[in-house]
C-alpha cells in the first residue's frame, strides 16, 4: 500500500498545486476508476482498498484531532470554572472592601459630625455665659453705683445745695447711666441694620440710571447685603454690596462661622465673581478709619472683577444725612469708575455719547458735593463751638459735682472683656501662605524677621517672632484634624 502511494506522489510531481488543486476540484469516483485503471493498470478491486485505507487513516486523523481538540475544551472549561470562581471571590471581596470603606466613612462622619456639634454646642455655651456674666456684672455695677449715688446725694440734701439741683443731677447721672443713644454701643444687629439702612437709602437719590435697583440679599447665605442691578445705561455689570459696623473688620470674628468679616467678604465676592461674569464687589466699613492692609479707600482688580474697599467712621461725623450724602457720593463715584472699566474693556461705537453723558454726571455730581462739603464745613464749625461752650458748662459745674466725680473714679465702669491675647495679625493669612507654598512647619523658625516681614506686609512694624510663632501654634491648634 505504501508503495503505491509513493507511487501516485511520484506521478503528481510534476503538477503544480494549481494543477493539483483543479485535479481534485474535479476528480469523481468515475475519474478515479479511470486514474486507477489507466495509470496503475489495476484491473481489480485493489483501488477500492486504497481508497477505503485512505479514508480509514483520514478518519483516524479526525478521531485523533477530535480527541486533542475534546481535551483541549475540557482543559478551557476547566480554566473558566476557576476563572468564575476567581471572579466570585473577587466580588465578594469587592463588596467586603466597600462595605468596610462605607462603614470607616460613616464613623468618620459620625465622628466629624458629633465633634462640630460638640465644638458648636460649647461655643454657643461659652457665649451665653459670657454675656450673663456680662449682664449680670452690668446689672450689678448699675444697682451699685445707683445706691453710692443715692447715698451721696442723699448725704448732700443736709448742704447749701437746692433740692431741685439734687433732684436734676440724680435724673442726669441716672439718665446717662442707663441709656446710650450712641450707635457705638447699639447691639451688632441694631449696627448691622444700621448699615444696611444707609446702602438700601443709596437708591433715593440715585441719578446715574432712571433703571437701577437694589436686590436685598441679606437673607441669602453668602450673597452679601444688596446686589446692585442696571447700574448705568447700556452696561450689564452688577455690584455685590456688603456694610460692616466693626471696629476692624480684619480681625473681628463674627461668631457664626469663626471668620473674620474681611475673610468672609473674599468668599463672598469670590462666588459672586464664579456666577456672575460682569461683576464687581464693594465693603463699607462704617465705624473705622481704615481697613487694616487696604486704607480707607482701596481698590483691586481681580481679573477684570472691581473690589472696592471704602472706610468712613460715622462716629467723626455723627450726622445720619451728612453721612448718608457721603455714602451716595462714593457710591457713585465707585460706578462711574466701573463704567470706564466697562468701556475700556470692551469699547463700543457710542463711547463718546457715554462719556458726554458721563462728564455731565460728574459735573452735576461734584456740584452737588461741593455743597454737602460746605454744609459739613459749617457743622464741623458748629460743633467745635457746641463742644467748647459744653466745656465751659463742665467748668462752671465741676465744683458742686465734684464729690460725685470722686466717687466715680473709685469705681470700675469699664465692661469690656480684658486680658484678651490678641494675635498680631491675621493667623489665617499665614497658614495660607504656608500650606500653598508646601513649607515646613518649622518655616516660620527658619525664617529671619526681616524676610517675614517682607512675605506678611501687613505685621506690626514692631513684633517678635516668638510673638508671631506662639500665635500660629494656638491658631493651629484650633483647626481639626480632617
Do not use: W
Not at 493498470?41 to 477505503?52: E, G, S
Not at 452735576?364 to 461752650?389: A, P
Amino acid at each position: 500500500m505504501d508503495i503505491l502511494l509513493e507511487k501516485i506522489k511520484l506521478s503528481l510531481l510534476t503538477f503544480s498545486n494549481n494543477d493539483i488543486n483543479e485535479l481534485n476540484n474535479r476528480l469523481s469516483e468515475d475519474a478515479l476508476h479511470l486514474t486507477f485503471n489507466s495509470f496503475l493498470k489495476i484491473k481489480n478491486n485493489d483501488y477500492t482498498y486504497i481508497i477505503d485505507n485512505l479514508k480509514s487513516k483520514f478518519e483516524n486523523d479526525i478521531d485523533h484531532n477530535q480527541h486533542i481538540l475534546d481535551a483541549k475544551i475540557s482543559e478551557l472549561k476547566s480554566v473558566q470554572n476557576k476563572l468564575d470562581i476567581i471572579y466570585d471571590e473577587f466580588n465578594t471581596y469587592k463588596l467586603n472592601i466597600d462595605k468596610i470603606i462605607q462603614d470607616e466613612v460613616n464613623k468618620k462622619t459620625q465622628y466629624k459630625s458629633k465633634y462640630y456639634e460638640d465644638h458648636i454646642e460649647n461655643i454657643e455655651m461659652k457665649k451665653k455665659k459670657e454675656i450673663d456674666d456680662k449682664i449680670q456684672y452690668i446689672e450689678n455695677s448699675y444697682k451699685a453705683q445707683i445706691e453710692i449715688l443715692q447715698k451721696e446725694l442723699d448725704k448732700a440734701q443736709h448742704t447749701t445745695i437746692s433740692q431741685e439741683h439734687l433732684q436734676y443731677l440724680k435724673n442726669d447721672i441716672i439718665k446717662s447711666i442707663t441709656e446710650k443713644n450712641d450707635i457705638q454701643n447699639q447691639a451688632s444687629n441694631i449696627k448691622g441694620q444700621f448699615g444696611e439702612n444707609i446702602i438700601n437709602n443709596i437708591k433715593d437719590k440715585y441719578n446715574l440710571s432712571q433703571n437701577f435697583y437694589l436686590e436685598d440679599t441679606t437673607q441669602i447665605e453668602a450673597n452679601g447685603d444688596f446686589i446692585a442691578h442696571n447700574i448705568y445705561p447700556n452696561i450689564p455689570d452688577i455690584i455685590l454690596i456688603e456694610s460692616k459696623f466693626v471696629k476692624n473688620i480684619c480681625t473681628s470674628k463674627n461668631p457664626k462661622h469663626g471668620k473674620s468679616d474681611l475673610v468672609r467678604f473674599e468668599e463672598h465676592y469670590t462666588k459672586f465673581f464664579k456666577e456672575n461674569p460682569n461683576s464687581h464687589s464693594i465693603i463699607f466699613s462704617m465705624n473705622s478709619d481704615k481697613i487694616s492692609g487696604k486704607g480707607s479707600y482701596h481698590i483691586e482688580n481681580i481679573d477684570n472683577h472691581l473690589v472696592f474697599y471704602v472706610s468712613i467712621n460715622y462716629s467723626k461725623i455723627n450726622n445720619l444725612d451728612i453721612f448718608q450724602d457721603i455714602i451716595n457720593f462714593i457710591f457713585h463715584t465707585i460706578v462711574i469708575h466701573i463704567v470706564e472699566h466697562s468701556q475700556e474693556k470692551t469699547p463700543i461705537d457710542h463711547i463718546s455719547n457715554n462719556t458726554a453723558i458721563l462728564i455731565k454726571t460728574l459735573e452735576k455730581s461734584y456740584i452737588k458735593q461741593k455743597n454737602t462739603i460746605d454744609i459739613l464745613e459749617n457743622k464741623v464749625y458748629r460743633l467745635h463751638k457746641d463742644i467748647q461752650d459744653f466745656n465751659d458748662l463742665i467748668t462752671e459745674h465741676k465744683t458742686n459735682i465734684r464729690e460725685i466725680i470722686t466717687t466715680f473714679n473709685k469705681i470700675n465702669h469699664n465692661f469690656e472683656l480684658i486680658n484678651i491675647d490678641k494675635p498680631i495679625t491675621n493667623m489665617s493669612n499665614i497658614h495660607k501662605f504656608i500650606t500653598e507654598n508646601n513649607h515646613t512647619i518649622d518655616f516660620l523658625h527658619k525664617t529671619s524677621r526681616e524676610e517675614l516681614k517682607t512675605y506678611f506686609p501687613n505685621l506690626p512694624s514692631k513684633f517678635t517672632k516668638k510673638k508671631l510663632i506662639d500665635d500660629y501654634n494656638t491658631f493651629i491648634s484650633t483647626i481639626p484634624n480632617k
